[in-house]
T-cell receptor
Framework: AQRVTQPEKLLSVFKGAPVELKCNYS??????LFWYVQYSRQRLQLLLR??SRESIKGFTADLNKGETSFHLKKPFAQEEDSAMYYC???????????FGSGTRLSIRP | GAGVSQSPRYKVAKRGQDVALRCDPI?????LFWYQQALGQGPEFLTY????????KSGLPSDRFFAERPEGSVSTLKIQRTQQEDSAVYLC???????????FGDGTRLSIL
C-alpha cells in the first residue's frame, strides 16, 4: 500500500540553524513527490515538487529512490518558516494525493 | 478568481443531522478533489471528479457520504446521519489536467455534537 511517513510530529530549531524534515514513502511505481506547507491561518499550499528540482524560499528536497526518502532541507532557518509541513505523493499531478501526518516546524528566535 | 472557495467555513451539527458542504473550484479547473483531515492528521483522500464524472470514490468512508458535481464546476459533499467521528476539516482542491498541482481551499471545519 502507498504510504508517506513523517517520523517527527514537532521539530524545533533556532533561527539560523539548518533544518531537515524527514519523509519516507512506500510506493510500488514511480511516484511524484511533494512538500506542502500550511502557515498559521492560511490554506494548504504547495511548497515544492521533486520534478521541478527548484528551491523555494530556500528549501530543497532531493528524491532518493534507493532509500525511498524525500527529506526537506534548508541551510539557515528563518522565523517565518514556522509552519506545518506535509510530505505527499501522487501518481501524477492530476490524481489523488497521499499525505503524511505532518511535521510542525517551530523556529526559535 | 481568488482561488478555491469553500462554504461554510464552520459547521456545527447534531449527531444524526444531514450536512452539505460546498466547493467552488478555480475557474476552468476540470479536476476536483475532496479530502478529510482529522485533528492532528494529514488530509486523506475522499473522492475525485473530472468535470462532472466522479472517477474515484474509493476514499468515501461509508455510504452516508455522497458527492456530486452536476455541471462540472461547483461540487457538494453531503454527509447523511452524521456521527461524531465525522468531525474533521473537509478540504476541497482543484487542478487543471495539464500537469499542474492541486490548489486547496480553506476547508470547512465540521463539528458533530
Amino acid at each position: 500500500a502507498q504510504r508517506v511517513t513523517q517520523p517527527e510530529k514537532l521539530l524545533s530549531v533556532f533561527k539560523g540553524a539548518p533544518v531537515e524534515l524527514k519523509c519516507n514513502y512506500s510506493y510500488s511505481g514511480s511516484p511524484e513527490l511533494f512538500w506542502y506547507v500550511q502557515y498559521s491561518r492560511q490554506r494548504l499550499q504547495l511548497l515544492l515538487r521533486h520534478i521541478s528540482r527548484e528551491s523555494i524560499k530556500g528549501f530543497t528536497a532531493d528524491l532518493n529512490k534507493g532509500e525511498t526518502s524525500f527529506h526537506l532541507k534548508k541551510p539557515f532557518a528563518q522565523e517565518e518558516d514556522s509552519a506545518m509541513y506535509y510530505c505527499a505523493l501522487s501518481y501524477s499531478s492530476a490524481s489523488k494525493i497521499i499525505f503524511g501526518s505532518g511535521t510542525r516546524l517551530s523556529i526559535r528566535p | 478568481g481568488a482561488g478555491v472557495s469553500q462554504s461554510p467555513r464552520y459547521k456545527v451539527a447534531k449527531r444524526g443531522q444531514d450536512v452539505a458542504l460546498r466547493c467552488d473550484p478555480i475557474s476552468g479547473h476540470v479536476s476536483l478533489f475532496w479530502y478529510q483531515q482529522a485533528l492532528g492528521q494529514g488530509p486523506e483522500f475522499l473522492t475525485y471528479f473530472q468535470n462532472e464524472a466522479q472517477l474515484d470514490k474509493s476514499g468515501l468512508p461509508s455510504d452516508r457520504f455522497f458527492a456530486e458535481r452536476p455541471e462540472g464546476s461547483v461540487s457538494t459533499l453531503k454527509i447523511q446521519r452524521t456521527q461524531q467521528e465525522d468531525s474533521a476539516v473537509y478540504l476541497c482542491a482543484s487542478s487543471s489536467l495539464t500537469d499542474q498541482p492541486q490548489h486547496f481551499g480553506d476547508g470547512t471545519r465540521l463539528s458533530i455534537l
